[in-house]
């Protein structure tokens, strides 16, 4: 299973508390596993203000201000992944928004805003308090 926790996973994070940057947080974490991070995205398609509103409510709830969505390889949350649960965790309680690329993708034409993917859409349509577009699109709204 990929980024599973291993016999480093304490000595992991005991180093990333001591680390006193965030450019130094994301510089040992692509050390530890290279391939999780894939990508630093500024806003989500306009269409979906739910994801907004999340971000923003979640934010607010660690007084910080919204930084960046944060796209990453996989979310696994069991105990086996505590290290890139901890990463996540604080990411997100400094401003970014952690997403795995299962869930979400780029806008296929200016690749700058972040929409879910189709099966996430599906699941998120059948809502009735959320407002979505009617159908899924791989563009966002900027680029139509």
Not at 6 to 22: F, G, V
Not at 38 to 52: K, L
């Amino acid at each position: 299973m990929k980024y599973k926790d291993n016999s480093k996973t304490h000595e992991h994070l005991e180093n990333i508390k001591k680390l006193p940057t965030l450019g130094e947080i994301y510089n040992y974490v692509n050390s530890v596993f290279p391939t999780w991070m894939i990508g630093f995205y500024d806003n989500y398609c306009p269409n979906y203000t739910y994801f907004n509103q999340n971000w923003e409510n979640i934010c607010k709830q660690n007084n910080t201000t919204k930084k960046q969505i944060l796209i990453v390889d996989d979310m696994i949350f069991d105990d086996n992944h505590t290290f890139i649960r901890t990463i996540s965790e604080i990411f997100t309680r400094l401003g970014f928004c952690v997403r795995s690329k299962q869930e979400f993708i780029l806008c296929e034409k200016c690749y700058k805003s972040v929409l879910p993917c189709k099966t996430l859409y599906d699941v998120i349509k059948i809502k009735e308090d959320l407002t979505i577009p009617n159908n899924w699109s791989n563009i966002c709204a900027n680029c139509i």
